[in-house]
Structures are given as structure tokens and as C-alpha cells.
Nanobody, 119 residues
């Protein structure tokens, strides 16, 4: 499975971004997909996850009510809609997958997309 993220950028506090994760490979439509982030000098943080069916989603407490994860199986793409961004959201965002991706156990992940939020 290969994963490729896009959609990052530089925005001001309060603005929005939508990240995309395109999955390719033999079973890419039937796997859970997670987003995690990592900022310089900080530990990895799990952000959100969506089940293979798309019926179950999980969010970290610090993004609940601001971020929404969804998937379009026809496009083999998972989206992370990020609203109300704050400077603390600045990080490289990666999508990842694996049988236990929604338990933060990743087998594959992409190179990430940079999100920078200015105050």
C-alpha cells in the first residue's frame, strides 16, 4: 500500500485546510486510515482515524469539533477537513494505515504534508 498526502499550507489562525490522502495498492479500499502529526521537538500525536467501512471515526480530544475525517472509496481518498486552525496545529501531517491503524499501530505511512498556522 502506498499513501500520498497533499493539501497542507500556510494559513492564519481561524482559517481552514483540507488534507487529502490517496491510497493505492491491492487492498487500499478496505483498510482503516489514520492521520497523525508531528511537530519539531514534539512527540507524534494521533489526530483521527476512520474505519475501513467509513462508518466509524475517532478523534483526539484536541481536534474534536474542529476536524472531520471522511473517505471517498471511489477515489481511494481519505480527507481531513480542518477548521478553526490554531498555531498549536502546526506540524507535518501524515496519513497511515495497517490492520490496527485505529489503535495507532501503523504498517505504512506517507511522507507527510506541512501545515503551518500563524497567529
Amino acid at each position: 500500500v502506498q499513501l500520498e498526502e497533499s493539501g497542507g499550507g500556510l494559513v492564519q489562525a481561524g482559517e481552514s485546510l483540507r488534507l487529502s490522502c490517496v491510497a493505492s495498492g491491492e487492498t487500499s479500499d478496505y483498510i482503516p486510515i489514520a492521520w497523525f502529526r508531528q511537530a519539531p521537538g514534539k512527540e507524534r500525536e494521533e489526530v483521527s482515524c476512520i474505519s475501513a467501512s467509513g462508518l466509524t471515526t475517532n478523534y483526539a480530544a484536541f481536534v474534536k469539533g474542529r476536524f472531520t475525517i471522511s473517505r471517498d472509496k471511489a477515489k481511494s481518498t481519505v480527507y481531513l477537513q480542518m477548521n478553526g486552525l490554531v498555531p498549536e496545529d502546526t506540524a507535518v501531517y501524515h496519513c497511515a494505515t495497517g490492520p490496527d491503524a485505529c489503535r495507532a499501530q501503523y504498517t505504512y505511512w506517507g511522507q507527510g504534508t506541512q501545515v503551518t498556522v500563524s497567529s
